[in-house]
T-cell receptor
Framework: AQSVAQPEDQVNVAEGNPLTVKCTYS??????LFWYVQYPNRGLQFLLK??????LVKGSYGFEAEFNKSQTSFHLKKPSALVSDSALYFC?????????????FGAGTRLFVKA | EPEVTQTPSHQVTQMGQEVILRCVPI?????FYWYRQILGQKVEFLVS????????KSEIFDDQFSVERPDGSNFTLKIRSTKLEDSAMYFC??????????????FGPGTRLTVL
């Protein structure tokens, strides 16, 4: 069965500092991994995804994530945080072995960027 | 940029009533989905839909729920005999293709359902 863990409920970082939001996953087949961001009273916005290829994936708004197969992790990173990055971040996984679209989301990590 | 739209943004209903949540997926997309997010909890997959059929569903998606594509643009989620625990944000999503599971899902802004 697929599962996703986001071990931190909340991450606090100062503006201009690097940020990391952690995610680990479990699937039986090849993992397809996604990061979404949710602003208050808004839907989920796609940030980036890993399907295959280069382990470092670059996405929207300067975010990137590194796929680490041995550690089954897909941590979201940004070199320099902005106050406007404050939001709820969700990691998600699909089992590539099924060919299907059932996506399992993590519980979410709330990011606070302080000016 | 095309986007998924959902109506209404907020629906309030009495327990036991039926509700229909509406979604207009991106026009050239072929796969459609419903997810729900109970307040403060994770986003949960409900169902995927392709070619006028359900392709996958979760254990949450029981006989109380049904989906339909009544015309070429709308995709609906019907919840019969609503319960208090159905109160949640319901998100619609769509993808251009279906096979392989690699496509990005584009989400609508959600409908907040409140069951009293």
């Amino acid at each position: 069965a697929q599962s996703v863990a986001q071990p931190e409920d909340q991450v606090n970082v100062a503006e201009g500092n690097p940020l990391t939001v952690k995610c680990t996953y479990s699937v039986s087949g090849n993992p397809y991994l996604f990061w979404y961001v949710q602003y208050p009273n808004r839907g989920l916005q796609f940030l980036l995804k890993y399907i295959t290829g280069d382990n470092l994936v670059k996405g929207s708004y300067g975010f990137e994530a590194e796929f680490n197969k041995s550690q089954t992790s897909f941590h979201l990173k940004k070199p320099s945080a902005l106050v406007s990055d404050s939001a709820l971040y969700f990691c998600a996984v699909r089992d590539g072995g099924t060919g299907g679209f059932k996506t399992i989301f993590g519980a979410g990590t709330r990011l606070f960027v302080k000016a | 940029e095309p986007e998924v739209t959902q109506t209404p943004s907020h629906q309030v209903t009495q327990m036991g009533q039926e509700v229909i949540l509406r979604c207009v997926p991106i026009s050239n997309h072929l796969y459609f989905y419903w997810y729900r997010q109970i307040l403060g909890q994770k986003v949960e997959f409900l169902v995927s839909f392709y070619n006028n059929e359900i392709s996958e569903k979760s254990e949450i998606f029981d006989d109380q729920f049904s989906v339909e594509r009544p015309d070429g643009s709308n995709f609906t989620l019907k919840i019969r005999s609503t319960k208090l625990e159905d109160s949640a944000m319901y998100f619609c999503a769509s993808t251009p293709r279906g096979w392989g599971g690699t496509d990005t899902q584009y989400f609508g802004p959600g409908t907040r359902l409140t069951v009293l």
